[in-house]
């Protein structure tokens, strides 16, 4: 595999795991979010608000297409990346997509208070928002190669369940 990409629901962690399993296997670590709002140069509920979600998508697509390309990466998506399709294919192309998923009284506690850096949970009843949301992607999120439950879990334990599946499947190797 030549990346490892951690995907999943807002507040599932991606960014704390893939940070933290980048720095205990000596890679890069890579946020798509972080690229686009650098590329942009502009927080993610600044593009929502300016430009709206079709163009944030664009971004996230172009962006998805350009990192793919790189290797030895941990690559944190955002939420709804592979939600697309073209997304999803070009994601395992480039490695081993792996899902993080959380109860959605995780989730909740976990994002209620930064509901306002998200902007599709930004509504007043950020509760409902959670669990339509989590509703509707989760046939999408079921197609990635690996879903991780991190309900109850502490950012060590699931970058250990991540590194086991990793080895699981051979190792990382730059070599796909
Ligand atoms: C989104 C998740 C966010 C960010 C944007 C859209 C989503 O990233 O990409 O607000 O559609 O679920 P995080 O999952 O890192 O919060």
Same mark, same amino acid.
């Given at each position: 595999?030549?990346?490892?990409?951690?995907?999943?629901?807002?507040?599932?962690?991606?960014?704390?795991?893939?940070?933290?399993?980048?720095?205990?296997?000596?890679?890069?670590?890579?946020?798509?979010?972080?690229?686009?709002?650098?590329?942009?140069?502009?927080?993610?509920?600044?593009?929502?608000?300016?430009?709206?979600?079709?163009?944030?998508?664009?971004?996230?697509?172009?962006?998805?297409?350009?990192?793919?390309?790189?290797?030895?990466?941990?690559?944190?998506?955002?939420?709804?990346?592979?939600?697309?399709?073209?997304?999803?294919?070009?994601?395992?192309?480039?490695?081993?997509?792996?899902?993080?998923? /959380?109860?959605?009284?995780?989730?909740?506690?976990?994002?209620?208070?930064?509901?306002?850096?998200?902007?599709?949970?930004?509504?007043?009843?950020?509760?409902? /928002?959670?669990?339509?949301?989590?509703?509707?992607?989760?046939?999408?999120?079921?197609? /990635?190669?690996?879903?991780?439950?991190?309900?109850?879990?502490?950012?060590?334990?699931?970058?250990?369940?991540?590194?086991?599946?990793?080895?699981?499947?051979?190792?990382?190797?730059?070599?796909?």
């Amino acid at each position: 595999m030549k990346n490892i990409i951690l995907t999943g629901f807002m507040g599932t962690g991606k960014s704390s795991a893939g940070r933290l399993l980048a720095r205990e296997l000596n890679l890069k670590f890579t946020d798509i979010d972080d690229l686009i709002e650098r590329e942009v140069g502009l927080n993610i509920p600044l593009i929502f608000e300016k430009f709206g979600e079709p163009y944030f998508r664009l971004l996230e697509k172009n962006v998805i297409k350009d990192v793919a390309l790189k290797e030895s990466q941990i690559i944190a998506t955002g939420g709804g990346a592979i939600i697309d399709d073209e997304n999803l294919k070009t994601l395992k192309a480039s490695g081993i997509v792996i899902c993080l998923t /959380a109860s959605a009284d995780a989730i909740f506690s976990r994002i209620g208070g930064a509901a306002r850096e998200r902007p599709l949970l930004n509504l007043p009843d950020r509760r409902e /928002a959670v669990e339509r949301l989590m509703g509707y992607r989760k046939p999408f999120y079921a197609k /990635a190669d690996v879903c991780i439950d991190t309900t109850d879990k502490k950012i060590e334990e699931v970058v250990l369940e991540i590194k086991k599946e990793i080895k699981r499947r051979g190792g990382f190797s730059q070599r796909g």
